[in-house]
């Protein structure tokens, strides 16, 4: 995925590229919802408001009641400069941002996550727009669950070995001081438990 990314990237003519999953949904006026955010220079990429798309079962309600919270939970860390994924359900960058930070790793597992914290590192500003919808499809049974989540624990995991950098550095502001270290405290509690 991240291969066929950095491809069009390099092909890509505008100043703004916009990436989206193949599982996943936009309202269709998400660009013009996210794009005005670009008129301050320092932002490097705006993020949406996830919802579940065609939730049935239990399992699906459940997620989308976590994604809920992470709709409120994406805005409140952008009012810190501290969101550390844009998501591959939808998110616009910079193009300029993306070349400079050397584009996303195509041996990561999680490269949304990664390219975020590379964004951040640079002092580019990931923004968030809440009127902007994008919805994908979530795991419908326990064992897509459980797997997906393994990816995005394990993908958690790489990256803070990889940016270890980050830990408590004051010149990160808030992401370093703050949300990286108390993040990855809360994903290490959660292996832990499980």
């Not at 990314?5 to 919802?33: F, H, Q, W």
């Amino acid at each position: 995925r991240a291969y066929s990314l950095n491809k069009a990237i390099k092909i890509s003519k505008g100043e703004l590229v916009a990436c989206i999953d193949a599982d996943s949904y936009v309202d269709p006026n998400i660009l013009m919802r996210m794009i005005p955010h670009f008129e301050k220079q320092s932002t490097g990429c705006v993020t949406p408001s996830l919802k579940v798309h065609n939730r049935k079962n239990f399992l699906e309600r459940l997620q989308e009641i976590e994604y809920m919270l992470n709709i409120f939970l994406r805005k409140t860390l952008s009012f810190i400069n501290s969101i550390h994924v844009t998501p591959g359900v939808f998110s616009v960058y910079r193009k300029k941002a993306l070349i400079d930070v050397g584009g996303f790793d195509e041996n990561n597992l999680t490269e949304d996550m990664e390219i975020a914290i590379k964004l951040q590192k640079k002092g580019y500003v990931i923004e968030n727009e809440l009127d902007a919808i994008s919805y994908t499809i979530c795991p419908s049974n326990v064992k897509e669950f459980v797997k997906q989540r393994i990816r995005w624990y394990r993908g958690a995991i790489q990256n803070a070995l990889l940016h270890k950098d980050v830990f408590f550095k004051a010149k990160y502001g808030n992401f370093g001081i703050f949300f990286f270290p108390l993040n990855y405290i809360s994903i290490i509690s959660i292996i832990l438990v499980f």
